[in-house]
């Protein structure tokens, strides 16, 4: 009987040992190939980072608008940031093909028909940030223009609304989430408005009317003497 | 050298039968026959021994005349490509193609003296619209600038930033650079027309700074008649977009002449030199210091993209309550100077820019306003001297910003 239990243990032994023995291959060509990846997304990024420095290309994005959307980085960084991880990224993707060719090929089919959602998404909201930024800007402006106190607060309540627009709208092209950003959507932007309506009918409910009856009792408003133009 | 001219085939028939004009007078705020037959009067006691009669050409804007080919009062009428403006030009109403229009309609005629009168030519005297031709025809003058009559409160940006920026730029102390009436001589008008039009839209600015560049000589003609005003004035904000865009524009092209020039010169005036009509009286400043200083608490994180840190301190001492308001000319002038270069680099949206700026514009609406709310006229004119004065004592600050717009500015 121990012979038997023996034999059974070697073999175990055996076939473990053997599958780690074809499992090393793959897992050092892994390793090599997401060594070499990084090497070179590092070297394309410095390359990158070089030529469009030469290009001026943060000034060039800069004087289109599009170089405050990323805050503490220059746009040069984040391309060649971008670049270096893609490589890095297709590195990892060769280097799992050595484990099952098979089975990384389905899953490449995968993430590739992925990318175009991906692209989308951040497409999306990427236009989305700038346009929020962009459009709360003039609504600052606008709103100290004309001497609204709560100016600030006008301005960002209309940027996060763009931006959980945006974020929502980038969600829904990646799939995820589905009905729930709908309704957290829904739910979100109805709460917004059903709290101004509250705050506008119950709050301050007195001082619309007040300023309504000032409105319609106002004399003509004697012409003011300043004259820009 | 000028550009192919694009007028209809009825315009090219009337402008072949005429052979050539001396003086050609622009109207087109004319609107009905009367109010034709009445200008054709005035030109007529205007260039008065002047210009022949069958040399002098009145435009009207076409559809002012039922029939244009047939004369009123035997004068030489001329239909423009363009309908009758509303009062005070305005961007909206293709100011640039209208100038055009007018350039290629003087070239055409061989005219050597075109006075273009925006104001309603019924508030006109003879004897203004004669100062408008006469230097150009008599003194070899280019550009005739008008003198309007207002009051201190009237022209505010013209005051602030137009007049005071285009002295201390081009060197000439204009007071009305952005005028509705001009008189212009034929080199002006082949130099216009050899200029590309393109960045020549919007208010005329580049009129008098495109003269003086081109080393033209410049004069003013009092016309003894109130500043034009537009009939429904937009808001503060957009008329700083609608003068201060192509202004900055205009400093942009012409970069290379302005950073040449050192000091400034008056330009001569025909007629009476005063200007200010009304009275001392007081006003209500207030609340231009509340959106300033509304402005200081929300906009200071766009301010800081364009104006050095000491401004921002000096506008931060603005903030705190005073027994008096002031803002002062250089600090002012800096201002002007830092947002015109943040214009030219780009720093944001453009039209963002600009309507930034009206917080601090109105700050110094405020502090000019009670300072020369009791002033007498000369005090007045003295008070805007002083700014003028600042602009040109400011002036080496903006030519090294400009030249080196990333050095460090504490």
């Known amino acids: 009987m121990w012979d038997q239990v023996r034999q059974a243990l070697n073999e175990s032994v055996s076939r473990v040992v053997a ?89 490449a089919m995968r993430l590739f028909q992925y990318v175009p959602n991906l692209i989308a998404a951040l497409l999306v909201l990427a236009v989305g940030v700038v346009l929020a930024r962009f459009i709360a800007r003039g609504v600052l402006i606008s709103a100290v223009n004309r001497n609204l106190q709560h100016a600030a607060l006008l301005s960002m309540g209309v940027k996060w609304m763009l931006l959980v627009m945006a974020a929502a709208m980038a ?15 829904g739910l979100l932007f109805g709460g917004i408005v059903l709290t101004l309506a509250l705050a506008i009918g119950l709050g301050s409910k007195d001082m619309v009317s007040r300023s309504l009856e000032r409105q319609a009792a106002k004399p003509e408003e004697e012409p003011e003497p300043f004259r820009h133009l | 050298m000028a550009e192919p001219t694009t007028v209809s085939p009825e315009l090219e028939q009337r402008l072949a039968q005429l052979s050539g004009a001396e003086v050609a007078v622009v109207m087109p705020a004319l609107t009905t026959t009367e109010s034709l ?76 003296a075109c006075a273009l009168v925006g104001s309603d030519p019924a508030l006109l ?11 150009v025809l008599e003194q070899n003058f280019d550009l005739i600038t008008p003198l309007y009559l207002r009051g201190r409160f009237e022209g505010l940006l013209l005051s602030a930033v137009v007049a005071p920026l285009v002295r201390a730029l081009y060197g000439r102390r204009i007071l009305f650079p952005l005028g509705a009436d001009v008189g212009m001589s034929s080199r002006l008008v082949e130099r216009q027309l050899a200029l590309p ?60 002449s302005w950073q040449k020039v050192r000091g400034s010169q008056s330009v001569p005036v025909f007629g009476p030199a005063r200007w200010l009509v009304d009275e001392p009286g007081t006003v209500e400043v207030g609340r231009m210091i509340d959106t300033f200083r509304l402005g200081y608490r929300d906009l200071q994180g766009l301010w800081s993209g364009v104006l050095p ?43 963002h820019l600009i309507r930034a700026m009206t917080p601090l514009y109105l700050a110094w609406v405020a502090s000019y306003a009670d300072e020369v709310a009791t002033a007498l006229p000369l005090g007045v004119e003295y008070r805007l001297e002083q700014v003028g004065a600042a602009f040109e004592a400011q002036k080496p600050y903006l030519v090294s910003r400009w030249r080196w717009p990333d050095r460090f500015i504490p």
């Open chain 1, 19 to 107: 599958g780690i023995a074809n499992l090393l291959p793959a897992f050092v060509a892994l390793l090599l190939a997401l060594l070499t990846a990084a090497v070179l997304g590092w070297l394309l990024a410095f390359i990158l980072r070089r030529f469009l420095r030469s290009v001026d290309f943060d000034g060039q994005m800069k004087r289109l608008g599009f170089a405050d959307w990323v805050p503490g980085q220059s746009p040069s960084h984040l391309v060649a940031r971008t670049a270096m991880w893609l490589v890095i990224l297709l590195g990892f993707m060769i280097g799992v093909t050595a484990f099952d060719a098979a089975l990384t090929s389905a899953l």
């Open chain 1, 171 to 185: 969600l829904e092209h990646l799939g995820i989430g589905g009905r729930i950003v709908h309704l957290a959507f």
């Open chain 2, 37 to 112: 037959r009445e200008a054709v009067a005035l030109v007529r006691r205007a260039l008065d021994g002047l210009a022949p009669e069958n040399r002098t050409v009145v435009a009207h804007p076409d559809g002012a005349l039922a029939d244009p080919a047939h004369p009123t009062d035997g004068a030489v009428l001329l239909p423009l490509p363009f309908g009758a403006m509303n009062g005070f030009p305005g961007p909206g109403q293709h100011l640039a193609e209208m100038y055009r229009a007018v350039f290629r309609l003087s070239h055409r005629l061989g005219v050597r």
């Open chain 2, 125 to 135: 005297s003879a004897d203004a619209l004669r100062r408008l031709v006469a230097p």
């Open chain 2, 197 to 256: 039009p393109a960045g020549r839209d919007g208010l005329p600015v580049w009129l008098p700074t495109d003269a003086v560049c081109a080393g033209l000589q410049v004069g003013q003609a009092q016309l003894g008649i109130p500043l034009p005003v537009r009939r429904d004035p937009p808001e503060v904000s957009e008329v700083l977009v609608q003068v201060l865009g192509p202004l900055f524009l205009d400093l942009e092209r012409n970069a290379a």
């Open chain 2, 309 to 351: 840190p000491a401004t921002l301190v000096e506008l931060k001492r603005l903030t705190v309550p005073a027994p008096a308001f002031r803002l002062p000319d250089e600090l002012w002038a800096r201002i002007v100077y830092d947002f015109a270069l943040a214009h030219r680099l780009r720093i944001m949206s453009r039209d």
